[in-house]
């Protein structure tokens, strides 16, 4: 079944230039199935999948019978899982240099396809990032007429933000997957994510990415699912997962390029002080740190809520385009996002309790320092501005930034 995504609208602006589109993401987030739809409602288009090893042997080692099967005849050719290709950047180039046939290409992981493909590409492809659902996507499927009539046009009374929360929290404990969206019982949704983190392990860390020491990445997930939201500390996740402090990095970097990881790095005026100062960790999808730490009891019993919300505004923000970024001062004043926007920094706040609008000292101290033309508070039920500052309920923080 197909689920409307939010990118593809703008993934069909693209169709008619020359340009190579690659649309990357997490694996299982559904780009097979987005590619697919459109793909259906082209003519003379040819979709492959590379993980099919004659087609792939062809691509890597005979190009020119390649392209005479698969390019010249068509108008559009879709290649998906196309990480697995060894030759990839260079092969493109080829074809794209010398064949008018629009080249579609899908890959689960950033680094594969960076390595092997964009660096031969420059100047010639458009690199998209396809996540896991949003909650707009979400809403939108599962409340379709509370999201056309009220979410995108009216202000949310108390009533409609009562009937959005339990989609919310089911969201925060399960995650966007679309497996996931489509599952309607819970055994099932857990069973979908164990899945979703073994086949990580199998395919991106062992069959594409031949990484050695999967052991100790597993312990490094579920050191960082237990502390979300907070500042690393390297020296700790080296102890506890015995990598070096150089090979914990590079694996760090790898969960970012895989799609599960965030990096928010410090705001600061001083950009030199910034590079230097230690990230914080998010998960792409709760459902997937959830998973990581066996836990999906219902938010209303978690000891980890505060982190669960500010894990969901951080991927919902990441997945608005946004670089992530945090405040913090020697005196432990912290904001927990601010997004460098052109119209100016945009500090964010989110609570897990909050009831009623009303700054923290942190947050006020950030304000006085930086007075930001626009700042935003959110919480469960909250709504209101007071002066600059607007207070809305976390679920439509996207559609607040």
């Not at 739809?37 to 090893?53: G, P, S, T, V, Y």
């Not at 100062?277 to 009891?297: Q, S």
Request: proline share 3%; net charge positive.
């Amino acid at each position: 079944m197909y689920i409307n995504r939010f990118l593809e609208k703008d993934l069909k602006k693209y169709l008619n230039k020359k340009e190579i589109v690659a649309v990357i993401g997490a694996r299982q987030c559904g780009k097979t199935t987005l590619l697919k739809h459109i793909f259906k409602n082209l003519k003379n288009a040819l979709f492959l999948d590379f993980e099919d090893r004659e087609t792939l042997e062809l691509f890597n080692h005979d190009i020119k019978s390649f392209i005479d099967l698969y390019v010249k005849k068509y108008n559009y050719l879709f290649i998906d899982e196309f990480q697995y290709a060894t030759k990839g950047g260079k092969n493109l180039k080829y074809i794209y240099d010398n064949y008018k046939t629009k080249l579609i290409i899908s890959g689960s992981s950033a680094s594969a396809l960076s390595i092997q493909s964009i660096k031969h590409l420059v100047g010639r492809i458009f690199v998209f990032n396809l996540y896991p659902f949003s909650f707009e996507e979400y809403l939108s499927y599962k409340e379709p007429a509370i999201y056309k009539d009220i979410y995108l046009k009216r202000k949310l009374t108390p009533q409609i933000i009562q009937k959005i929360l339990p989609h919310f929290n089911e969201f925060c404990i399960f995650g966007g997957y679309p497996r996931i969206v489509l599952s309607k019982d819970k055994k099932e949704k857990q069973t979908v994510l164990r899945n979703i983190y073994n086949t990580y392990f199998l395919k991106e860390i062992k069959e594409i990415l031949n990484l050695p020491d999967d052991y100790k990445l597993s312990k490094l997930i579920k050191a960082l699912a237990l502390q979300v939201g907070n500042i690393i500390n390297y020296n700790e996740l080296s102890d506890i997962t015995g990598f070096k402090h150089n090979d914990l990095l590079e694996y760090m970097n790898i969960l970012e390029k895989t799609f599960v990881c965030l990096r928010s790095t410090p705001y600061y005026t001083n950009k030199r002080t910034e590079l230097v100062k230690a990230p914080k960790i998010f998960f792409l999808d709760n459902g997937f740190r959830n998973t990581v730490l066996k836990n999906f009891v219902p938010i209303k019993n978690r000891q980890d809520k505060g982190a669960l919300y500010e894990n969901f505004a951080a991927s919902e923000i990441a997945k608005k385009g946004h670089e992530l970024k945090y405040w913090r001062t020697k005196s432990k004043a912290e904001v927990d996002f601010v997004l460098e926007k052109e119209s100016g920094i945009f500090p964010i706040e989110v609570k897990s309790g909050l009831k009623n609008p009303r700054f923290t000292k942190s947050f006020l101290s950030f304000l006085n320092k930086y007075k930001p033309e626009d700042a935003l508070i959110v919480s469960e039920q909250i709504s209101g501005r007071k002066n600059k500052v607007r207070f809305r309920p976390i679920f439509s923080i996207s559609k607040q930034v």
